[in-house]
């Protein structure tokens, strides 16, 4: 088994934290596991990017073809699409207003920020992101990743029921 994956957006939308608890997960769920984050240059509202592959075996940790794409902005739509796989999956956020031209015919559109407002806080876009991407993952048990979040927050304990809950939020949403 191996799965590929690619999530990018900008500089404080979550993108490597939500790659980090995803790494987190499939390593406590047994797989081999490689992360090779990408920082834009600027300080702030820089582009970020994550390639993350998990596998049963040593894999490369090149994507080359993502079978789950997150895609967070118009740029990165455009830089990356390429990469989306014809059998894979394109998340894209619904804030995203380009057209995805690429070879990968299952695009689903989320409203991950709306959703996070209608939470209370925008800041959890990403963890709605990880709860969608979950149901495209199913050799990782929710559960690890409920742990996960809950150890990812526990300095900050008051965080851990609104995650909890953006978490589900993102696995229960139909795209």
């Known amino acids: 088994m191996k799965k590929e994956l690619l999530f990018s957006g900008i500089g404080g939308q979550g993108i490597m934290n939500l790659g980090e608890i995803l790494c987190s997960a499939a390593i406590k769920a047994g797989y081999n596991v490689t992360f090779s984050p990408v920082y834009g240059a600027e300080k702030r509202g820089g582009r970020t990017m994550c390639n993350i592959v998990i596998s ?5 940790q090149i994507v080359s073809e993502a079978d789950v794409m997150l895609i967070m902005d118009d740029n990165s739509l455009k830089d990356y699409q390429h ?7 394109l ?3 619904a804030q995203v207003e380009a057209k995805p031209d690429c070879p990968c015919k299952n695009i ?4 991950f920020i709306e959703k996070a407002m209608e939470l209370g806080n925008a800041k959890v876009a ?3 992101a990880l709860g969608f991407i979950l149901k495209y993952l199913d050799f990782i ?16 304990e008051k965080l851990i ?4 809950l953006a978490l589900k939020t993102g696995y229960e949403f139909e795209a």
């Open 161 to 164: 029921p609104l995650n909890l």
């Open 141 to 156: 048990p929710y559960s690890i990743v409920e742990e996960l979040v809950k150890e990812t927050f526990a300095k900050k």
């Open 83 to 89: 990469l989306a796989g014809e059998q894979g999956v």
């Open 126 to 128: 990403n963890i709605i």
């Open 108 to 111: 689903k559109v989320v409203p």
């Open 56 to 60: 049963s075996e040593i894999e490369c």
């Open 91 to 93: 998340i894209l956020n």
